[in-house]
């Protein structure tokens, strides 16, 4: 096993996994066996990819990839390529994030790009009607898969490209770090259904309801939120939300960092919540990010 694992140099609850290039060159010939359109089109040859992947590390890194995101004390991992040269394009780090997700599971379908994953930009100027794409707004905590019918038990995001970029540092927050847990947790508002929507750009047609706090099978508070897509039917669930949402946001445990370009971020969805900082103005700004979301296998 060539990889190596060690505590992210800002919270010893998240795991960093680097892989180097030696072993990345060991994944170019059965990378290039599957063109993107084959991926898109035939999910098995996800699978064929996936098993490449584990190979390479003697079959070694599914097992640790479901045992940290599976483990509430940590739960999340940063996987970090050595990408330096030019051979390892987009392409490739598109093949070797659905590599990672299906080592551990099966992703969603994606109704915002109707594939099981999304790829999206940043800019300088944006139009859309969600804050995922507002560069000089902060992206607030949250979790992915509120406003879907879908279990979504775990999100991928891989940083594919930047150019003209500063500020926009990733945030996370695990729910067992966060000071008001107990206190809205067992808030009875916060266990009531609320109504989730999305805005258009979503491609989901439907709403549905669930609370923002459940439990897990230990009896552990698990959570739901983002705070663009609630629809409060009353004012107690307005309130609680408000409070909600400035207690997750002036949290002093928030874990704040630059992510490199290449590497991608896997957290357990129930009780990691994730956020970006505002970048700072540039009339060049551009990132692009990939997104796949899914469920552990059985």
């Known amino acids: 096993m060539s990889y190596k694992i060690e505590n992210h140099n ?22 290039k066996k599957h063109t993107i359109l084959s991926l898109e089109y035939k999910p098995f040859s996800r699978f064929s ?15 640790t990839l479901i045992k ?16 330096s040269n030019k051979k390892f394009d987009k392409d490739f780090l598109l093949k070797l994030s659905t590599g990672l997700a299906y080592l551990v599971g099966n992703p969603n379908f994606d109704s915002m790009t109707d594939k099981y994953y999304a790829r999206f930009f940043v800019k300088h100027q944006d139009t859309s009607d969600s804050y995922l794409r507002k560069a000089y707004t902060n992206l607030d ?18 940083k594919m490209e930047e150019q003209n970029v500063s500020g926009g540092e990733s945030v996370i927050l695990h729910l067992d770090d966060w000071e008001h847990l107990d206190e809205l947790s067992n808030d009875p508002i916060g266990q009531q259904n609320f109504i989730w929507g999305s805005p258009k750009s979503k491609n989901v047609d439907y709403k549905v309801e669930h609370p923002v706090f459940s439990k897990d099978n230990e009896g552990k508070p698990t959570i739901s939120y983002i705070d663009q897509f609630p629809e409060p039917k009353n004012m107690e669930q ?13 949290s002093k445990n928030k874990v704040i960092f630059p992510l490199p370009v290449g590497s991608t971020i896997f957290s357990n969805n129930y009780f990691w919540l994730h956020g970006r900082k505002a970048f700072n103005e540039h009339t060049g700004l551009s990132r692009e990010l990939l997104r796949i979301r899914g469920t552990f296998f059985n």
């Open 10 to 31: 800002k919270s010893k609850r998240v795991r960093v996994i680097k892989f180097q290039e030696s072993d990345l060159d060991r994944l170019i010939f059965p990378f």
């Open 49 to 63: 990819l996936a098993k490449s992947l584990d190979e390479v590390f003697e079959n070694k890194l599914s097992q």
């Open 68 to 83: 940290i995101l599976n483990d509430r004390a940590t739960g999340t991992v940063i996987v970090e390529p050595e990408i």
């Open 141 to 158: 905590l949250h979790t992915d898969g509120t406003y879907v019918k879908e279990k979504t038990d775990w999100l991928i995001m891989t």
């Open 238 to 250: 307005g309130l609680f939300l408000q409070k909600l949402s400035d207690a997750l946001e002036e």
